[in-house]
C-alpha cells in the first residue's frame, strides 16, 4: 500500500489476557520497527527487522513481548498476559536500506490493559 | 543507551510568530538527523532531515540548525500557523538503520 498500515487502530483487553497487533509496511520497505509510546512519552525501542537477517530484539521490555516478520513483509507484535503498564500506542514504522528520509510511521494501535 | 532530549517539553506562541524547538543529542558518532510532527491520534510523520556535513538546511517554513560543537539540534518554524501546533520529535542516527527519539516538545498555536 501507500503508507504503513496498522490493525487495529484501537484494542482494549482484560489483564492477563495475550494481544496480537499486525503491521503492513510499505512494500518494498526491507526495514521494519515496533515502537511503544507512552501518554505524553517519547517512543520507546522494541525491535528491529532487517531483511532476513535475525531480529534486534534489544528494546523488547519482557519475555512476554516477541514479535514475527513473515516473509519479510508483515509483522505481528504478540503480548502475552498483559499488564496494565503495557497500555500505550504501539507504533509500527518502515525503511528502505540506510533509511533516507528516516522511518514511514503507521497511526498506530492505542492498546488499553483494563 | 542513546539519548535525545528536548530543551522544553511545552511550547506556546502566538498564531503568525516564529517558533524554535531544541533538542540536545548525546551521541557524537550520528551523523543523520530528522525531525519529525506528531498529531493527535498519528505516527509521527518526516518534516525535515539534516546530516552531520551540514549546519543549517531550510525546506518550506521550517529550517534545521546544526551544531556538533554542543551536540544541538533545532527547529524553527516561520509564522506558525494553528496546523502546525503537535507534538515535534527529533531523532538521530549514529549508525545502521537504528533512529533514537526524544521525548518530545508539545506546540501549542494560539490563533
Known amino acids: ?114 | 543507551g542513546e539519548s535525545v532530549g528536548l530543551h522544553l517539553p511545552t511550547l506556546s506562541v502566538q498564531e503568525g510568530d516564529n517558533s524554535i524547538i531544541n533538542c540536545a543529542y548525546s551521541n557524537s558518532a550520528s551523523d543523520y538527523f530528522i525531525w519529525y510532527k506528531q498529531e493527535s491520534g498519528k505516527g509521527p510523520q518526516f518534516i525535515i532531515d539534516i546530516r552531520s556535513n551540514m549546519d543549517k538546511r531550510q525546506g518550506q517554513r521550517v529550517t534545521v540548525l546544526l551544531n556538533k560543537t554542543v551536540k544541538h539540534l533545532s527547529l524553527q518554524i516561520a509564522a506558525t500557523q494553528p496546523g502546525d501546533s503537535a507534538v515535534y520529535f527529533c531523532a538521530e542516527n549514529p549508525t545502521g538503520n537504528q533512529f533514537y527519539f526524544g521525548t518530545g516538545t508539545s506546540l501549542t498555536v494560539i490563533p
Open chain 1, 1 to 114: 500500500g501507500a503508507g504503513v498500515s496498522q490493525s487495529p487502530s484501537n484494542k482494549v483487553t482484560e489483564k492477563g489476557k495475550d494481544v496480537e497487533l499486525r503491521c503492513d509496511p510499505i512494500s518494498g520497505h526491507t526495514a521494519l520497527y515496533w515502537y511503544r509510546q507512552s501518554l505524553g512519552q517519547g517512543l520507546e525501542f522494541l525491535i528491529y527487522f532487517q531483511g532476513n537477517s535475525a531480529p534486534d530484539k534489544s528494546g523488547l521490555p519482557s519475555d512476554r513481548f516477541s514479535a514475527e516478520r513473515t516473509g519479510g513483509s508483515v509483522s505481528t507484535l504478540t503480548i502475552q498476559r498483559t499488564q496494565q503498564e503495557d497500555s500505550a500506542v504501539y507504533l509500527c514504522a518502515s525503511s528502505s536500506v540506510k533509511g533516507a528520509y528516516g522511518y514511514t510511521f503507521g497511526s498506530g494501535t492505542r492498546l488499553t490493559v483494563v
